[in-house]
């Protein structure tokens, strides 16, 4: 029954038809790219993410990180959209915040801890429909985790170069990066406000194809940040 007592919805009752994966290296969850990802950037970990000193081996560190998220094809697979009104996404986001308490690292999750998850779960006084859907179709939450943490990965990089005093001085490898980011819908945001930080003719270039619209390279959504990131720099008299 849903929450209002009414009969299922849709999406209470969607089959996502997500079958169970198994990796060659073990009992993994996460493509080899996520896992053998350098600390911090294998945990989401902000804090400690934000207090790396920008150092060149550090700098080099992520440069690989965002090219590993761009270039292999594991990060991006394909996630069965729910029904309307999508909520699911919801319950499944919570879902991957008890898995990432659980197992920190990427390199630690695995389908044996994902069930123990499961079982702390199902051991909950109330579990409510979406909630109950997920712990029924586990395998289609973390088939949705790769994308999220992928995400999640690239913004926390484009935001991290960001806290640069001077981040220009990154524009020969980073403003490549972040305009395939943001075309691919990555972290884009933070790849935005970072070209909007570099100030830098490379930087407004890949702005102004982004900001093409109809049928540009970015979605419309990111097509009108770039857009407004262009026209935030002309109205405070920026010379380039």
């Not at 911090?40 to 690989?64: F, H, K, M, S, V």
């Not at 915040?97 to 044996?112: E, F, I, N, R, Y």
Request: charged residues 25%; glycine residues 6%; negative net charge.
């Amino acid at each position: 029954m849903s929450e209002s007592g009414t009969e299922p919805n849709a999406e209470e009752m969607w089959d996502p038809q997500v079958a169970r994966w198994s990796d060659p290296e073990g009992d993994y969850v996460l493509p080899h790219a996520l896992r053998s990802l350098p600390e911090p950037w294998d945990e989401c970990d902000w804090n400690r993410i934000a207090e790396l000193p920008r150092t060149d081996e550090r700098l080099t560190q992520a440069q690989r990180v965002v090219t590993v998220l761009l270039d292999d094809p594991e990060l991006a697979p394909h996630v069965p959209q729910p029904p309307s009104p999508g909520s699911l996404w919801h319950a499944w986001e919570e879902f991957h915040q008890a898995v990432g308490k659980s197992m920190p690292h990427t390199s630690q999750v695995t389908w044996s801890g994902v069930d123990e998850v499961v079982r702390a779960w199902r051991d909950r006084p109330r579990l409510y429909p979406l909630q109950l859907h997920v712990v029924r179709h586990v395998e289609a939450a973390m088939l949705a985790m790769i994308p999220s943490l992928r995400d999640d990965i690239a913004d926390s990089v484009f935001r991290w170069l960001a806290l640069d005093p001077g981040p220009g001085r990154f524009a020969a490898w980073a403003v490549g990066l972040a305009e395939r980011c943001v075309t691919e819908g990555i972290g884009a945001d933070s790849a935005i406000e970072l070209l909007g930080a570099m100030r830098g003719p490379e930087a407004r270039a890949a702005l102004e194809r982004l900001s093409v619209k109809p049928g540009g390279p970015a979605s419309w959504e990111n097509a009108e940040a770039a857009e407004s990131t262009l026209f935030d720099w002309g109205s405070e008299g920026t010379s380039l």
